[in-house]
């Protein structure tokens, strides 16, 4: 979620690129790519890029994500 969140630290980064020839600070810790290189393998399924990032997302009330139906398990703490 760092794209997001670092959102306008990154714009503003840019924008002084733009502006200025340089920026103000050493940006090299924000990384906005969106997916990493795990996505294009096979192995991962298409239906988990759809939950990576829920801040990008519009939920509806009362929905529910697909990821993990209907799989069943009991609490993690059973007195």
């Known amino acids: 979620m760092a794209g997001f969140l670092q959102g306008g630290g ?4 840019l924008a ?3 502006i200025h020839g ?3 600070a050493d940006s090299w810790p924000m990384d906005i790519a969106r997916y990493g290189d795990f996505t294009s393998n096979r ?3 298409p239906d988990h890029r759809s939950v990576l ?3 990008f ?3 509806l ?4 994500l697909p990821a993990g139906r209907p799989l069943r398990r009991r609490p993690p703490m059973t007195p």
């Open 43 to 45: 192995i991962y399924p």
């Open 22 to 24: 340089e920026a103000e």
């Open 61 to 64: 009330p009362q929905e529910q």
């Open 53 to 55: 990032f829920p801040p």
């Open 16 to 18: 002084e690129w733009m």
């Open 10 to 13: 990154v714009g503003k980064t």
């Open 57 to 59: 997302r519009h939920d």
